[in-house]
């Protein structure tokens, strides 16, 4: 072999290892996204299962001792929503028992952070109402992992009326 062959083979082997190298990049970014894709659809799973959990619960206290309240007022004050004194999660009843909620969700892949917030929405202003009853209530779920980059956040709006 003389000199000029023996460029081209190191040369070809350095286009070789190059490509190699971008390719092997490639397959790990590819397998990153899958794994984020497959966590990030567990935490969105999570995140409803609470909001079904909630579905299945009455809109307030109030409406548990008096089914045809007509007066949003009667409802329970913005500042006493969570819940009641001694009442544990198998023990929720309404809504807003799972108001300032947090838990941790553990599969056999990954422990999610789950924390729930649950307020009255302004009707007029579609915003959360730090001081009067309404007949809509708003629950926020935020779940997150330190192996996905953003915590999911859902949220759902339930009526006096469901």
């Not at 079904?52 to 001792?65: M, T």
């Not at 913005?78 to 001694?86: H, Q, V």
């Amino acid at each position: 072999m003389n000199t000029g062959e023996i460029i081209l083979v190191i040369g070809a082997l350095i286009l070789f290892s190059v490509t190699a190298i971008f390719l092997n990049q490639a397959i790990l970014d590819g397998d990153r996204t899958v794994t984020e894709s497959r966590l990030t659809n567990g935490a969105t799973a999570v995140a409803l299962s609470y909001i079904e959990n909630a579905k299945r619960l009455s809109f307030d206290e109030a409406v548990i001792a008096d089914p045809d309240l007509n007066n949003p007022g009667m409802l329970t004050l913005p500042a006493n929503l969570g819940p009641e004194s001694g009442e544990s999660p198998a023990d929720f009843d309404d809504i807003d028992d799972f108001r300032q909620y947090t838990d941790s969700v553990k599969t056999n892949i990954v422990t999610y952070n789950v924390a729930i917030t649950v307020a009255y929405i302004d009707t007029n202003t579609m915003s959360v109402s730090e001081h009067n009853q309404t007949y809509y209530k708003q629950m926020r779920v935020f779940v997150h992992t330190p192996f996905i980059p953003d915590t999911i956040k859902l949220a759902h709006i339930f009526t006096f009326w469901e």
